[in-house]
């Protein structure tokens, strides 16, 4: 029996006890909160709607006596018991006093006196000093909208007070310390918008009185709750839309592809240009037999090519070096390609037609294209012969042969390079000239000298540096090209057998030279 | 000459019996916003009457209300005493206020009179709203307890302004009008 009553009184003193601190601990957070809001040195507050309570700080605790009296309106002046505690937080002592009786609505003077002493006087109303407790269940979740979250709380049980509550609702990116307020009157919910997408943030809400006619101090923070806004995606309707336009623009583009797939055909993969339609009848009636041809056409032939020449669009023609291509396996014959006709421009024309004479090696040239028919396959061996374009290897005119011969046998030798008709690359574009790099060509890099009246024109900065044997100069336009190879005593040799070709076709644009290179540029 | 008075005479019978000039019920004003519209007016003209001082007094004294609230006294109390206690203050604090019209004032303090007077037929028709019956105390010769004598216009107003926050907020926070669909 008398162990069951002292289980009992210790489970009523340890119940006692934790009540005592957990009142305790609130109590001090209350006090060291209002040290730093409350600017009157007596501070006072009421909790609920029974708790008033005064407090003041004192530095030095010392055995001064203290007299709390305080009086509501039109009643008399009634003691408080003074208390004391020591805050462990800011290591203070405070001083307090908790009324016995609360009223509301009425003016309440307080005075503490100190050994006698006025110490404090201060006139109050319940009403107004208030301190409210945090929200509670403070929630947190994602609206399910990119860049929102949905806040919502609990108001303190304060009863005849909930509708005159301000909530303070505080926002930030986890992390840092940057933050936003947002202030809501009387309602328990917010939508927090234009957020970060992707990103945790952390919420934090107070709440106080309006002061309408209930007046209180800031409670404090609420403990911060985490959450994390939806990351950013792409709206599917948008992703639609997107699939939907690319699958239109790829049905438009099909169809104009299809509509002219024969233009597209023959700008990227132009046919290979075969002589055929040039010697009518040699490949089909003849059997390539070109001297059958030849004599069955009789004369007239060249005066066709040349009319055909004319009716057709000028061809990038390219100079190939007789070295090279000795040095790709192939004879010089071989690789020299059937006599094509140069495809000249239409400012060439008068001059194709006034001065163009048959050339005096017209028989190797044609067997130059039988070779060229005979080995189809070295087109493809030669590194230039990459494209369909036709080359063609002019030496110089007959004028400047007979100024040259006067001077030097080289000059002499080098111009009589015969004319060739190489098929060559298109690679070469932008191409300059100038009328004295003609006559300077050096002879040491091997090519020949260089004075005819052809038109054509060969960028300087592709001028081969010494010791290559393999040099090439795009010519543009006039469908002529010059040999600037290393001429070896046998290729002399043999050029020196099929004699001196000249080419002695007018061509407008020798006199445009200076200013040739802008205008075969534009012809491009 | 008979028939044209008889004929009134019914006619005014039935006008009293009928009573058409009575307005059809309030609907229940349980938003405690509008009280608090008419609180923040008698915050303003407190506000506007406590700088004056010299203008401000008076000679008599005004009995008025009193608006202390223990909530342990006021919660004890049924809803029938606390209207009583609220419709006699406000009955109280109407003829204080009227009273000052009698004297001379200030434009401004006069503009403040009329429109607490306005406040407390506003409030009048708030409280009627919520089927709270009217009440007019006896004038008995006795001090009243709930009753209390200030000197000055502030004062005066002030109290005005604690008994609107005080014991009317309360009564209308409470009235059983607006908790009737609330388990």
Known sequence: ?????????TVVFMLCLAFVTTGGKSFESTVSQLLRDETEDLKCFVVGKKDLTCFWEVEEARNDQYTFMYSYENEKKTPCVVSSRFLLASNKTVFFCKLP??????????????????????????????????PRNLTVMSSGKEGQLNVSWLPPPLKYMDDSMIYEVRYAVDGSHMGKVEEMMASTTLVLRDLQSGTRYKVWVRVKLDGVSYKSYWSSWTDPVFADTLPSGIDPLIVLLVLFIGLILCLLSLTVILSHHKVLLKKLWPDIPTPEHKFPGLFT???????????QNNGSMWGRSVHVFTEELPSHVEVLSEVSLTSHGTSPREERKPVVEVEESER?????????????????????????????????????LQSHDTYVALNQ??????????????????????????????????????????????QSSGSGRLSSQSSFEYPNHTWPP??????????????????????????????????????????EIFGKWPFSSQHVESGY | MFHGSGLFALLLMVLEWTRPGLSSPLRPICDLRVLDHYIKEAWDA???????????????????????????????????????????????????????????????????????????????QVLRSLSIPEYVPPTSGGEDKEMQKVSSVSELFQIHVNFLRGKVRLLLASAPVCHQGVS
């Open chain 1, 1 to 9: 029996m008398r162990k069951m009553r002292s289980d009992g009184l």
């Open chain 1, 101 to 134: 009786k609360t009223i509301f609505f009425a003016a309440l003077d307080v005075q503490v006196f100190r050994d006698g002493r006025t110490l404090y006087n201060r006139s109050l109303r319940a009403e107004n000093i208030l301190f409210v407790d945090p």
């Open chain 1, 285 to 295: 009636v003849y059997k390539g037999d070109f001297k059958e041809w030849m004599s």
């Open chain 1, 348 to 384: 060439t024309d008068s001059g194709l037609m006034g001065g163009w004479r048959e050339p005096p090696h017209a028989q190797w040239l044609m067997e130059q294209l039988r070779a060229l028919q005979e080995n189809p396959e070295s087109l493809s061996q030669s590194t230039l």
């Open chain 1, 397 to 442: 005119n007959s004028q400047h042969v007979e100024e040259v011969a006067e001077r030097q046998e080289d000059d002499v030798f080098e111009e009589t390079l015969p004319l060739q008709t190489l098929f060559t690359t298109e690679g070469t574009s932008s191409l300059s000239a100038s009328h004295s790099d003609l006559g300077s060509l050096p």
């Open chain 1, 466 to 507: 010494k010791g290559c044997g393999y040099t090439y100069m795009a010519v543009a336009d006039s469908g002529v090209s010059m040999d600037y190879s290393p001429m070896s005593s046998s290729r002399n040799t043999e050029l020196g057998k099929h004699g001196i070709y000249t080419n002695e076709y007018k061509n």
């Open chain 2, 46 to 124: 407190e506000a506007a009457v406590r700088a004056c001082k010299d203008d401000c007094s008076s000679a008599t004294n005004f009995t008025v209300p009193l608006t202390r609230v223990d909530f342990d006294v006021w919660e004890a109390m049924n809803i029938e005493e606390q209207a009583q206690e609220v419709q006699s203050g406000i009955h109280v604090l109407n003829e204080a206020i009227s009273s000052l019209q009698a004297f001379n004032q200030t434009d401004v303090i006069q503009s403040n009179i009329d429109a607490t007077i306005r406040n407390i037929v506003s409030i009048r």
